[in-house]
């Protein structure tokens, strides 16, 4: 039998501000004589809202109340109130994450949204997000094992991921985007240029400045270069210290061979349909302009452009519907839990720390939980991630449990929770065991999750009649 969660999706991005609804769908898909297998079976959008253009009091602070106002008239129109709403994610993105207010108004936006909802604003996120919501993922699947790679392009950066088989391997963002130069619409009068594309105009000696008119031979050409800069990201061009300069978080980590681009955010739309010449500034920016650039590109033409499900509206459309996983329906935790719980850290065990039998598995475990303890000697509430075994036998199960609890030691003198996410499914046997050697600890382990050093994890109510919890698994950048 199915159960449905209400699942919001809001962007609070450079230029626009948007939010969906989405019902997903969980069901048991194992045999009644089988152990339950919960899955997500479905996802449908139930409600899109308007395109806002993104309210700010100034450059650098947020309109807090007027975004609030939006949100809360969308949701009256979509009939719905945050206390239905079970899943989802709040993203700031692009330049808005970096105003003077955006963790305060991520905070009260999230307040708004549901208990269980990811509030973040971190470029590695989003451009997974946005990747899954533009359909890129799901399309890697279909690939047999080639890397597709989604560009998302708003007003403020282009947010990067890649996938290979549904799965998300790597990441960038640039500060490339179509709002870096604002004009006024009649005029054509620059009034506002960044500060990155204000270096590299003069690098490049053209006639690019606040309170000038836009000559379009120099605009082009601008633009033509930021082009050439995202293909150096991809590795498809000579990497130039004009790459350095966009670069936000980090580069690509790996050296990929694309076989399929997508494009997405606001100027995709641009990049798949020609602009007017006659109104080359549709929106007051050089959007349209970059787009046709990148469209018109001879090195990022060397990789096939796919159509992808989503452009505009692709970051809100992963966050509403793709921000959200469920664990293993073998799980184990204590009714003391206090769920949901957000932002916890993963200590990630390493194939070498479960080798042997995991003879090192304690003393590493021990080092690494000193990694969050503070100059005081206290530890910060931490989610152990490690891979575990395929139908382990109850002696190693027995034997990883105390291995745990030993490394664990001083950690467990604290009131802290012990969190346990493993890839393998075996949590409910390990669970008990590790609640039976410490009844007065909380205790939650999951499964069927898949969790990396650097990732953190929110993990909410359990659903369908208590059998799974959804949990999101993210890297949080804050103003980066």
Known sequence: MSEFLLSVGIDLGTTTTQVIFSRIEVENTASITSVPRIKIVGKKIIYRSGIYFTPLLNRTTIDTPKVREILENEYKKAHIVPREVSAG??????????KENSEAALNTLSGLAGDFVVATAGSDLESILAGRGAGTADMSKEWL???????????GTTNIAAFRNGVPVDTS????????????????????????????????GLGIAEGKGAAMGDIEALCNRLADI???????????ADLDLFITAHPLRSVWDFRGLTYSGGVADFVYNDYDPHNPFPYGDIGAILGYAIRNSG????????????????????????????????????????????????????????????????????????????????????????????????????DLSKKILEGMADYLATDLMVICIIDNDMAKS???????????????????????????????????????????????????
């Not at 994610?89 to 970096?98: K, L």
């Not at 995202?230 to 130039?240: D, F, K, N, V």
């Open 145 to 155: 094992n080639r890397v597709l790679v989604n560009l998302d392009i708003g007003g």
């Open 173 to 204: 963002c640039l500060d490339i985007g179509g709002r870096q130069i604002i004009l006024d619409p009649r005029s054509h009068t620059l009034t506002y240029v960044a500060e990155k594309v204000k270096v590299l105009v003069q690098r490049m």
């Open 430 to 480: 390990l669970g008990n065991l590790l609640m039976n050697a410490l009844p007065d600890k909380k205790v939650i382990v999951l499964d069927t999750i898949k969790v990396e050093n650097g990732d953190y994890i929110d993990i909410g109510v359990p659903v369908a009649q208590g059998r799974v919890i959804p949990v999101v698994v993210k890297t949080l950048i804050f103003g980066k």
């Open 299 to 398: 090195v990022l033409n060397r990789i096939e452009r796919l159509i992808p499900k989503e452009t505009i509206r692709a970051t809100v459309v992963g966050a509403g519907s793709n921000s959200m996983d469920i664990s293993g329906s073998t799980i184990a935790w204590s009714e003391s839990a206090m769920l949901p719980i957000r932002n916890i850290p993963i200590v990630k065990m390493t194939d070498e720390d479960e080798a042997d039998e995991y003879q090192f598995f304690a003393s590493r475990l021990a080092e690494k939980l000193t990694w969050y303890q503070d100059e005081s000697g206290s530890y910060q509430q931490v989610a152990v991630g490690f891979k575990g075994v395929h139908n382990p036998s109850f002696e190693i199960l027995r």
């Open 89 to 98: 994610a709040v993203i700031i993105t692009g330049e808005t994450a970096r």
């Open 230 to 240: 995202l293909a150096q990201s991809l590795g498809l061009a000579p990497q130039t």
